[in-house]
């Protein structure tokens, strides 16, 4: 399987985790290299359950360390910056977010925290060439990093 496959798989796996409608949300979500929005791996990836254990001292660590950019394509957080707890949010989260904005194509849509801008894309994506996103980011490490992964969008 190539990583687009992987892409369309976790797009579905998103679509029931989520219970989306929204077939432009899930399209999106195929269609964004999460990959490419968080830098060369190696990554930590961390499932929003066991990391809920972790912080209360219950459990395993809360994040795996994967190599692999197809462990990117599940309903799991991405480790952004460990030593502030900064993560690419749980992807179900941010779809059912998405979604629930109702956007449609050619609209326009403001991003408040954009991290490193996956999810930014998402709703580029969302809305389509003829729409347009804005988005700021407070961190400036993340918002250049931002920048550079938007400058195709």
């Known amino acids: 399987m190539t990583l687009e496959d ?28 999460r990959e490419a929005f968080l830098g ?5 990836v961390g499932s929003p359950d066991v990391r809920a254990m972790s912080l ?12 692999d950019p197809r462990h990117l394509y599940h309903n799991v957080v991405a480790v952004i ?16 977010w998405i ?4 956007l449609q194509p050619g609209q326009r849509v403001y991003h408040l925290g954009s991290g490193v801008g996956y999810y930014t894309a998402i709703l580029a994506e ?9 988005a700021s ?4 490490e993340l918002a250049a990093r931002a920048r550079e992964n938007l400058a195709p969008y």
């Open 56 to 67: 209360l001292g219950v459990g395993q660590k809360a994040y795996l360390t994967v190599e």
């Open 40 to 44: 060369p791996g190696p990554w930590q």
């Open 99 to 102: 979604e629930a904005l109702d």
């Open 81 to 96: 910056d460990a030593g502030r707890d900064l993560n690419n949010g749980q992807p179900s989260a941010l779809a059912r």
């Open 6 to 33: 992987y892409r369309r798989v976790y797009a579905e796996e998103i679509q029931f985790a989520a219970h989306l409608h929204s077939q432009a949300v899930v399209e999106a979500f195929a269609r964004v290299p």
């Open 137 to 140: 980011e407070v961190e400036p």
């Open 126 to 134: 969302t809305v389509g060439p003829q729409g347009s996103v804005v």
